[in-house]
């Protein structure tokens, strides 16, 4: 009865602010046309983040999409020489420069995330355990939709079918489905990004965490 819970709060603003100029940039310099498919996992590359699954996934859907499909890999960590190896093993062809025609991108940690989420179509999540994603808050605050494994905290910040298509951790198939769905589908992209926005923009907002602190202080000093 002591315990007050205060859900974290962000500048989302940020990512409303020129959305279409960012994607421009961002897909200009990996060279991406409009309709080539563009799914980043943005984190730490350590193995709890299960990054196996996202290539994997990747590898599914290409001969099943009449588009080009790229997967971005934002982020770095003790992971990345066996994840290049893990590429290397399963045939996906991977590079840590733009310039390269490539299926995967290893972007190492980017400091301006909310260019890779206008550039992106889907932000990907595969992590075994999750407390509360940042990067599937900021990706709605972005309107982009995504994929993620059902794990941890996940349903907390995400709506099942409305802003995410989930699956279960031990359901990789689903995964590599739910992934080929949104890739076909603008349509689906589209909506379950106007549905993030709506989502996150009040619950996640920085200046609900100050009222909420400031109304506990208040009812603590009464």
Known sequence: NKIEVIPLGFDLDRFQEGIDKKREVFREEFSLKDDDVAVSIIGRLVPIKNHELFFEAI??????????????????????????????????SYSDSSDDDVDIYFTSWVKNVDYVNSGSDIIALTSKNEGTPVSLIEAQ????SIVTTRVGGIEDVVLSNQTALLSDLNSPEQFYI?????????????????????????????????????????????
Do not use: Q
């Open 141 to 144: 605050a972005g309107n982009k």
């Open 178 to 222: 739910n992934l080929l769905k949104l890739s076909r589908y603008k349509a689906m992209r589209d909506s379950f990004g106007k549905n993030g926005w709506s989502f996150v923009k009040d619950k996640f907002h920085y200046e609900r965490l100050v009222k909420d602190v400031s109304k506990l202080y208040d009812r603590l000093l009464a």
């Open 59 to 92: 590898k599914w859907v290409i001969p099943r999409l009449d588009k080009k499909i790229k997967g971005f890999v934002v982020g770095d960590g003790e992971s990345r020489t066996h994840l290049e190896e893990y590429c290397r093993e399963i045939g996906l």
